[in-house]
């Protein structure tokens, strides 16, 4: 069994009246990106913000590398690397400057680690500017910069994609591929750039109005997405003979409600009513279906709201 | 704990104000010496700088907000949380940073101060001089706590309100005007408003230095390290109370 790396057990935030995150258990293990999906205001930030020590959860509890107890889960903190919102820094100091204190504030040995990083994040030209002086762009590298540098084993990233140009975009794309495949790292990250999880995230954690929809792997959500001709009938089992033995397809699913699910012969739905009928199968709707990570989060939360 | 201070100390030595105010308290001090430098010995001078000691509360709490202006603007404390740092390493970290900033720039002061007399005036009696140094050396003795006090009590602000506006027109308040408003209420003629008056007048950082015009004794001394380190005490204590539940955004 992989190792957990977070785990939390009805966390719970609560500002005044408002529930902003409402009994979320999640468990990421060693080796997954997970993808944390949810629209703005969903909760995704304030339990980024509850794993980081940022705010205290409300109720609930979280795990970090096995580690409950607060002084251990400080300890266990020291493994990660974090970006959480817009990254800050002290705007008079340059961006090596920066990366120096936190370095020295961090006990990491050895001044070299400044300059591997800010190379990593393609900032190496810009280390000697002030802070102040950088663009979203080069502060969300910079932000980067900090979370990779002491080679965290867990990578927590609060919507890293703003502000980034679509070459940046790539980079950073690849940059934790790598990461994720040659160091082990473990990565949590935040978007609503779904198309973008959509590239990196082995598993999901879809989440709305504070509450934990599902979680899900890449593997089964793709399978669920799988596109598909859905026929509803008055009658799976006979309609389900007539398709193996008239087209010889074995690559279906019949669901409850006598709902088939035919993954061949998506261009033929001709040909799929007209064998239905000649089976005496009645045919109620026949329809293509198949979603993408948008349409199957639009489909959890019951559609795009218009308030 | 030692490498979150050596830190604060690296950003504090790329940070302009941190010159800018050194300097500017080091020019004012050669310049506060040049003019008394014809008609004054060094005894002369040594003695004008005793009277000057309330300016160190000034001082400690200037350097206090070099280290923790914009913690909550720039947003970077969530940085040293993220990390594990826990919140009290964070704030005592910071005062202990800003501690030595202050020890090292009233060094500097004290030391451009003497150091310039020294060159410019006569040396005086040796007799007179060493009295001198000695009443020097009490009243530095005695401010250091309440310096210390005003010190805690800036860190305590600037960590608890948001607003470093807010924080500094309070720090201000307690530092100029907190003592005389007091003094105000003791005047009134109702024992029940002039009593409690006269008590937190007492304990006040800025009170005992108009107790250094009368006779100094170890128990004025005893007096101010309790004043001083009281403050010191419920400030942090208050101050760690409040940024432990804070939101850190």
């Avoid at chain 1, 961006?95 to 020295?104: D, Q, T």
């Avoid at chain 1, 690849?174 to 990565?187: F, Y």
């Avoid at chain 2, 969530?78 to 594990?84: D, R, T, V």
């Amino acid at each position: 069994m992989a190792e957990s790396v977070l785990v939390t057990r009805n966390l719970t935030k609560k500002y005044g009246p408002a529930t902003v995150v409402n009994n979320v258990n999640l468990n990421i293990e060693k080796g997954q990106i997970y993808g944390l999906v949810g629209r703005n205001g969903a909760g995704k930030t304030t339990i980024i913000r509850m794993v980081t020590a940022q705010t205290v959860p409300t109720e609930g509890e979280l795990s970090l590398f096995g580690a409950t107890e607060p002084g251990a889960l400080g300890k266990m903190r020291a493994r990660t690397g974090a970006m959480v919102e817009i990254p800050s820094f002290y705007p008079y100091l340059t961006a090596k400057e920066n990366l120096e204190y936190y370095r020295i504030q961090r006990g990491i040995p050895g001044k070299g680690c400044v300059d591997e990083v800010l190379r990593l994040v393609d900032l190496k030209k810009a280390g000697g500017k002030k802070f102040k002086t950088f663009s979203l762009g080069m502060k969300q590298r910079l932000g980067l910069a900090l979370a990779l540098m002491d080679r965290p084993d867990f990578l927590l990233l609060d919507e890293p994609i703003n502000g980034l140009d679509p070459e940046g975009i790539v980079e950073l794309r690849n940059l934790l591929l790598d990461l994720n495949r040659e160091r082990e790292t473990t990565i949590l990250i935040s978007s609503h750039i779904l198309s973008e999880l959509e590239n990196l995230a082995t598993h999901y954690g879809f989440i709305d109005n504070g509450r934990m929809l599902e979680q899900i792997s890449a593997k089964a959500l793709k399978e669920k997405c799988r596109a598909c001709l859905e026929l509803a009938v008055d009658s799976a089992p006979a309609a389900a003979r007539a398709l193996e033995q008239g087209l010889g397809v074995r690559d279906y699913e019949v669901l409850p409600d006598n709902i088939i699910r035919l993954y061949c012969h998506l261009d033929e739905p001709a040909r799929v009513t007209q064998l239905l009928v000649e089976n005496g199968v009645a045919l109620r709707s026949i329809e293509q279906k198949g979603a993408n990570l948008e349409d199957y989060f639009l489909s959890l939360i019951g559609g795009v709201r218009h308030d | 704990m030692l490498n979150y201070i050596k830190a604060e100390l690296y950003r504090a030595a790329h940070h302009m104000t941190v010159y800018l105010v050194s300097g500017i308290l080091l020019a004012l001090a050669l310049a506060f010496a040049t003019m008394w430098v014809g008609p004054f010995t060094f005894p002369n001078m040594a003695a004008l700088l005793s009277v000057t000691m309330p300016v160190g509360l000034f001082m400690a709490a200037v350097m206090d907000v070099v280290v923790v202006s914009g913690i909550h603007r720039t947003g970077s404390l969530k940085n040293e949380l993220s990390f594990g740092i826990p919140r009290s390493r964070i704030y005592l970290g910071k005062l202990t940073a800003a501690f030595l900033l202050s020890v090292m720039l009233c060094a500097l002061v004290l030391g451009g101060f003497l150091g310039l007399s020294c060159l410019l005036t006569a040396p005086g009696d040796p007799e007179e001089t060493r009295v001198v140094l000695a009443v020097l050396g009490y009243v530095v003795a005695a401010s250091f706590p309440l310096w210390l006090g005003a010190l805690s009590v800036t860190h305590m602000l600037f960590f608890a309100l948001k607003s470093e506006v807010m924080a500094a027109c309070l720090t201000a308040y307690l530092l100029l005007l907190g003592e005389p408003m007091t003094a105000i209420f003791t005047m009134i003629n109702s024992e029940t408003i002039a009593a409690p008056a006269r008590a937190v007048r007492e304990v006040m950082l800025t009170t005992p230095f108009w107790k250094y015009e009368g006779e100094l004794t170890w128990q004025l001394m005893a007096q101010n390290w309790a004043i001083g380190l009281g403050w010191l005490v419920v400030s942090t204590a208050v101050g760690l109370w409040v940024f432990r539940r804070a939101e850190i955004k």
